[in-house]
Nanobody, 122 residues
């Protein structure tokens, strides 16, 4: 059965960088779009970035120019490089997958990791 496992979270000062990874097991997700979502305490889960099976990238406006999504070929891992981090980026970050194309709606993703905490604070 397909599983997603995140790693790479932690604490960093504003302006710093972190790199999150999402490891795929039980399948390659080669025909799946893969995405990152985040959820801060008391807030709804929100879209961060996605990369479709045809390599189409999509980003939330709040992270454009700071975050970069990538995935390996043949699709065993996905990463999120986060630069110029801000306190408002603090959240639990989740990787997710759905068949074929990107979506900004978390309800449309079928597979989820367990989440990894990112804290940006001075």
């Amino acid at each position: 059965q397909e599983r997603l496992v995140e790693s790479g979270g932690g604490s960093v000062q504003p302006g710093g960088s972190l790199r999150l990874s999402c490891a795929v097991s039980g399948g390659t997700f080669s025909r799946y779009a893969m995405a990152w979502f985040r959820q801060a305490p008391g807030k709804e889960r929100e879209f961060v970035a996605a990369l479709s099976s045809t390599w189409k990238e999509q980003y939330a406006d709040s992270v454009k120019g700071r975050f970069t999504i990538s995935r390996s070929n043949p699709h065993f891992t996905m990463t999120l490089q986060m630069n110029s981090l801000k306190p408002e980026d603090t959240a639990v970050y989740y990787c997710a997958a759905r068949y074929h194309d990107n979506s900004v709606l978390w309800q449309e993703y079928d597979y989820w990791g367990q989440g990894t905490q990112v804290t940006v604070s001075s």
